[in-house]
């Protein structure tokens, strides 16, 4: 993660290292309660839920969301 101002505007940038994600996964990711194939049969817990609650709080603040 990173974090730095560019023209009075706070800009975050946040990187994973974790399984890894096709590319249908990445154009999907957002979608709400989307859990990737590897992930459900892997067992991994979670909801789908996690990045478009960050996604709507960003836009909420009138950021600009980019993935």
């Known amino acids: 993660m990173s974090a730095s101002s560019s023209n009075g505007v706070a800009v975050l940038e946040i990187a994973d290292t974790g399984m890894g994600l096709s590319q249908e996964d990445q154009a999907r990711v957002f979608e709400r309660f989307y ?5 459900n049969e892997r067992s991994t817990q979670g909801t789908g839920l996690g990045l478009p609650i960050v996604k709507a709080i960003v836009e909420a603040h009138g950021g ?3 993935a």
Not at 35 to 39: D, H, K, L, N, V
């Open 35 to 39: 859990r990737s194939i590897e992930a």
């Open 64 to 66: 600009l969301f980019v």
